[in-house]
């Protein structure tokens, strides 16, 4: 993995995150509404310092011979931004989050990460690029066969980190997620939320410079799911770009964050209440 | 710093597979066979070389004895005259009794009518250094004017030399289609655990490993996994190269195929070898897989 950690730079070794306990909703600061449902600055090949962070021009999608489950979406994201993507089941809010992470190619359109075409990437472009992405999967994704431990330090191994450099960091995380004594234990060992709380940890831990988090808090009680909020709203106040799916408007509404509203494959910018 | 330090980093792919057993005994199988190979080999090469060095070294002469002489004394003085040749070591006429005794196998043991004119032989035992040609023992025949044949073996070395190579190049051949029977096995092994390890790669990917990364874990197991295969199965040939050393004797296959002690010493590359051919098969394999992944 000689290399790797470049990928990572500082942010590897940034210090722990550090999030006030409070369980509060309310106490979620108002956020800079950065993002932009038209007029999209158009995406290029070469990475540019302050630009959008994602930069979507007019991209669809469509599986196999269906109809559009995302059509002509234009948007971006710009660095340091914080939005919730909102929709009913099955609107293709996953799709879109599977676009950005490139686990999906569009069928048609532009999509730019980082001020760069991913049209134009080569597949060995891609490592580098995913490390700068934390993701909370729905399915949350953990790997059976390693512990709690291992599972949340998986992105510091994969950038080449020592154990010894990233132990403390990894624990203080699992504390704060609540999972100090499961440290140890495997993923079928935990429950539901715990299991989330883990993915949540393994998604953040190398303080990405863009977090999207799949139905981050469904499988959490309230005022775990506030606690997640804050560690996101955390992490974007020290310069993440936050994009978070859920169906949870409550939360929403509360947080005074604006949303990206997914609605019969159409995207639109509802701003904060 | 907690207290709680965790345990070193687990594996991650998964150490143990239900299907690894039978992996494992597949290519043990195969390395056992290849080693057998490699062993037949090296003998039939060692073999080559005793026959070549004992038929090079040696001439035999068949004495025809004339009306006014008999046939040992005809022998005798072919005998003293090839001695005398320069390139001979020793040179020895054969009885009777040793000459019916070669003729046994075809005219069995009941013994031969005394009247009946049996070729006598003149074994002559050259100088490894600097033997005698064929012509010059003939010439010296001629000279002591008798009546006779040499035989300096160099149609049967030929052949010998030829049976030799081929058996030695058909055990070499075998132990290469062995390994590449090996390179094929675990490149199907690798397929399959890459597919159903297909929740662990897409994690990998999308966490931002690169395809090296992925393929050097599938690297690294089936290496492992072909080296104690291979030990095992070198281990099983030379349990059974030594009871062919040990036990062959005189009758059995050791004086055919000569098994030196220095023979083991290839076995011991096996569990390597197995080792290096995994691993190329599976880097190969994952890596192409790979490339559907996104």
């Known amino acids: 993995m000689a290399g790797e950690s470049d990928a990572y730079g500082p942010s590897a070794r940034r210090s722990p995150i550090s999030v006030p306990m409070s369980s509060s909703a309310d106490e979620l600061s108002s956020p800079d509404v950065t993002a932009q449902a038209e007029g999209p600055s158009p995406p290029s090949n070469d990475p540019v310092a302050g630009g959008p962070v994602v930069a979507f021009e007019d991209v669809s999608l469509r599986y196999g011979g269906g109809g559009d489950v995302l059509r002509d979406l234009t948007f971006t994201l710009e660095a340091g931004s914080f939005h919730f993507l909102t929709g009913a089941s099955g609107a293709g809010k996953t799709t879109l989050l599977k676009l950005i992470l490139m686990a999906l190619r569009p069928t048609q359109g532009r999509i730019a990460l980082f001020g760069r075409d991913t049209q134009r ?12 992405i934390g993701m909370v999967f729905h399915d949350r994704r953990l790997l059976d066969h390693l512990n709690a431990f291992d599972n949340v330090a998986l992105p510091l191994r994969l950038a080449g980190g020592r154990v010894a450099d990233y132990q403390g960091d990894v624990i203080e995380l699992l504390g704060w997620v ?14 539901g939320g715990e299991q989330q709380r883990l993915a949540i940890a393994r998604a953040v831990v190398a303080r990405p410079e863009l977090l999207i988090a799949d139905e981050p808090t469904g499988d959490v009680d309230h005022e775990m799911a506030v606690r997640i909020l804050r560690l996101f709203v955390e992490l974007n106040r020290l310069g993440t770009t936050v994009l978070i799916a859920t169906h949870d408007l409550e939360l929403v509404g509360r947080s005074g964050r604006p949303a990206l509203h997914i609605d019969d494959g159409d995207l639109q910018l509802r701003e904060a209440a | 710093m907690s207290e709680l330090a965790p345990p070193p980093p687990g594996p991650l792919l998964p150490a143990e597979d239900a299907r690894d057993g039978a992996l494992v005994f597949v290519v043990a199988v195969l390395c056992f066979i290849a080693c057998l190979a490699v062993v037949a080999a090296l003998a039939s090469n060692r073999a080559a070389h005793g026959w070549r060095a004992q038929l090079r070294d040696s001439a035999t002469v068949v004495v025809r004895p004339s009306a006014d002489e008999t046939a040992d004394a005809a022998a005798a003085r072919a005998a003293a005259a090839l ?5 001979v070591a020793e040179a020895d006429a054969l009885e009777r009794e040793k000459a019916e005794a070669l003729l046994e196998p075809w005219l069995g043991k009941n013994g031969l009518p005394d009247d009946l004119a049996i070729p006598r032989l003149v074994a002559v035992q050259l100088d490894p250094r600097h033997p005698a040609t064929a012509d010059a023992l003939s010439a010296a025949l001629v000279s002591a004017k008798v009546d006779a044949t040499v035989d300096d073996h160099s149609l049967w070395l030929k052949d010998v030399l030829r049976a030799a190579f081929m058996a030695e190049a058909a055990a070499l051949g075998t132990a290469t289609l062995i390994a590449a029977a090996a390179g094929a096995v675990i490149a199907f092994a690798t397929r399959a655990s890459l597919q159903a390890r297909g929740d662990l790669v897409s994690v990998l990917h999308l966490a931002g490993a690169e395809d090296r990364y992925i393929a050097g874990l599938f690297l690294m197991r089936f290496a492992r996994l072909a080296a104690i295969a291979g030990a095992i199965g070198a281990g099983g040939a030379a349990v059974v190269t030594l009871v062919a050393k040990l036990v062959g004797g005189a009758d059995g296959v050791t004086p055919i195929l000569p098994v030196a002690w220095s023979d083991f010493a290839p076995l011991i590359l096996c569990p390597l070898a197995a080792g290096a051919v995994a691993a190329v098969a599976a880097r190969v394999t994952a890596l192409n897989l790979l490339k559907a992944v996104t």
């Open chain 1, 121 to 132: 990437m080569t597949r060995a472009m891609l490592p580098p690029l995913r490390r700068r």
């Open chain 2, 83 to 87: 001695a005398d040749v320069r390139g």
């Open chain 1, 178 to 191: 609540g999972l100090s004594d499961k440290m140890l234990a495997y993923p079928p060992e935990l429950s």
